[in-house]
């Protein structure tokens, strides 16, 4: 019987003595490699597997390893596979803030505010400059009524949005500057302290792609002059993010939607999913990478750290109702191959030769299939 073959009822073997052995290649999904070590724990004084380990013993045909033992079960469930990156943990977007007020700067934020839609972002000689809430056009212009444009809709949709006015006066997607606008603009003008005009002169507002921000930078000096088309401010939304550098042979192992786990620097660990996948490939150090971010599931639980370092274990393959038996319990066989050793109710002992599939390594298990093999089979593995 070759080495690759399972014992019959009649012909079983001595079992091998346990050795440390090198894990079976792993199965890819998508193109990705998960390169994570896995080690096969065996007893000190452990010999090497040199013989056919399925031949019978000539003394006894239930003669067990020599190696310490103890017992673990053949289970039956989900795996997953995963593989382990270093990620960054801040907050999603970074979006410079520039002025077109003339004047001296008299208020700037400190870095760490956060600034809603409709709230002053900053102050040139005194006056309020306002952050709203809009991506489609930069300020360039005076608007005032009867103008028409992206930038007008832009200004609509925001007014809506501050319930300056209601949808049925003003269309968010009109890209007119109405007499609604008009008088929706006045009362936001009043609330934040300018003249109330009803006309948006070039530098009173700020439109930028989020609903509130958050300052993580300035460029610009409280007392120094307010240059037009100066950067005077980072800003990031507020929203929770973590940023992966991945290898970038590996994009095709990850996609949209791939389950993760992010492990904080205190310790604590937080579920995540990932919301995009870079496609444009970037040198970093000597490796050329892209760019994976992450949305946490629960962003209260990640803290209020920016730039933190993370582990992210991102899970790249799931099998279910899978035959699974600890990695230590891997045998590896002189002719190639692995196998594992049952053990009965009587205390005989049986080697069954099995194949290998997707390694959890966050539970220590491997996905296993060989004749012979069922659920809740006692199974022996090295002594703890």
Same mark, same amino acid.
């Given at each position: 019987?070759?080495?690759?073959?399972?014992?019959?009822?009649d012909?079983?073997?001595?079992?091998?003595?346990?050795?440390?052995?090198?894990?079976?290649?792993?199965? +890819?999904?998508?193109?990705?490699?998960?390169?994570?070590v896995?080690?096969?724990?065996?007893?000190?004084?452990?010999?090497?597997?040199? %013989?056919?380990?399925?031949?019978?013993?000539?003394?006894?045909?239930?003669?067990?390893?020599?190696?310490?033992?103890?017992?673990?079960?053949?289970?039956q469930?989900?795996?997953?596979?995963?593989?382990?990156?270093?990620?960054?943990?801040?907050?999603?977007?970074?979006?410079?803030?520039?002025?077109?007020?003339?004047?001296t700067?008299?208020?700037?934020?400190?870095?760490?505010?956060?600034?809603?839609?409709?709230?002053?972002?900053?102050?040139?000689?005194?006056?309020?400059?306002?952050?709203?809430?809009?991506?489609?056009?930069?300020? $360039?212009?005076?608007?005032? $009524?009867?103008?028409?444009?992206?930038?007008?809709?832009?200004?609509?949709?925001?007014?809506v949005?501050?319930?300056?006015?209601?949808?049925?006066?003003?269309?968010?997607?009109?890209?007119?500057?109405?007499?609604?606008?008009? $008088?929706?603009?006045?009362?936001?003008?009043?609330?934040?302290?300018? +003249?109330?005009?009803?006309?948006?002169?070039?530098?009173?507002?700020?439109?930028?792609?989020?609903?509130?921000?958050?300052?993580?930078?300035?460029?610009?000096?409280?007392?120094g002059?307010?240059?037009?088309?100066?950067n005077?401010?980072?800003?990031?939304?507020?929203?929770?993010?973590?940023?992966?550098e991945?290898?970038?042979?590996q994009?095709?192992?990850? %996609?949209?939607?791939?389950?993760?786990?992010v492990?904080?620097?205190?310790?604590?660990?937080?579920?995540?999913?990932?919301?995009?996948?870079?496609?444009?490939?970037?040198?970093?150090?000597d490796?050329?990478?892209?760019?994976?971010?992450?949305?946490? +599931?629960?962003?209260? %639980?990640?803290?209020?750290?920016?730039?933190a370092?993370?582990?992210?274990?991102?899970?790249?393959?799931?099998?279910?109702?899978?035959?699974?038996?600890?990695?230590?319990?891997?045998? /590896?066989?002189?002719?190639?191959?692995?196998?594992?050793?049952?053990?009965?109710?009587?205390?005989?002992?049986?080697?069954?030769?099995?194949?290998t599939?997707?390694?959890?390594?966050?539970?220590?298990?491997?996905?296993?299939?060989?004749?012979?093999?069922?659920?809740?089979? +006692?199974? /022996?593995?090295?002594?703890?």
């Open positions: 019987m070759s080495a690759t073959q399972t014992p019959t009822e012909e079983e073997a001595s079992p091998p003595e346990r050795q440390s052995a090198p894990p079976p290649a792993r199965r +890819k999904r998508r193109g990705l490699t998960a390169v994570v896995v080690a096969i724990v065996v007893a000190a004084g452990a010999g090497v597997v040199v %013989a056919d380990p399925f031949k019978k013993s000539e003394k006894d045909s239930s003669a067990r390893t020599s190696a310490p033992t103890g017992l673990a079960k053949v289970t469930g989900s795996l997953s596979a995963r593989t382990l990156e270093n990620g960054t943990l801040g907050y999603a977007g970074s979006y410079d803030v520039v002025n077109n007020a003339k004047g700067i008299t208020r700037l934020p400190a870095v760490g505010d956060v600034i809603s839609q409709g709230e002053v972002l900053y102050r040139v000689s005194g006056k309020p400059v306002v952050m709203l809430q809009g991506a489609a056009e930069p300020v $360039y212009r005076d608007l005032a $009524y009867g103008a028409e444009g992206s930038d007008v809709r832009q200004l609509n949709a925001a007014l949005s501050l319930k300056y006015a209601t949808k049925t006066q003003i269309d968010p997607d009109s890209d007119y500057f109405s007499m609604q606008t008009f $008088y929706a603009l006045k009362e936001l003008q009043e609330d934040v302290g300018l +003249k109330e005009t009803g006309e948006l002169s070039l530098g009173q507002a700020v439109f930028l792609p989020a609903e509130e921000v958050r300052v993580i930078k300035s460029g610009a000096v409280r007392g002059p307010a240059g037009q088309g100066q005077v401010l980072q800003v990031s939304s507020t929203k929770r993010q973590v940023t992966v991945l290898n970038a042979s994009q095709t192992g990850v %996609a949209v939607g791939d389950k993760v786990t492990t904080l620097p205190n310790g604590k660990s937080t579920d995540g999913e990932v919301s995009s996948v870079g496609k444009v490939a970037k040198q970093v150090d490796k050329t990478t892209i760019e994976v971010q992450i949305k946490p +599931k629960d962003p209260k %639980a990640t803290g209020g750290l920016d730039q370092p993370v582990q992210v274990a991102i899970v790249s393959d799931t099998v279910k109702d899978v035959l699974s038996v600890p990695v230590n319990a891997l045998l /590896a066989l002189a002719g190639g191959g692995y196998a594992v050793e049952t053990v009965d109710a009587g205390g005989k002992h049986k080697l069954i030769s099995v194949r599939g997707i390694f959890d390594d966050s539970e220590g298990k491997v996905e296993v299939s060989g004749a012979g093999l069922e659920v809740g089979q +006692k199974i /022996a593995v090295p002594a703890s």
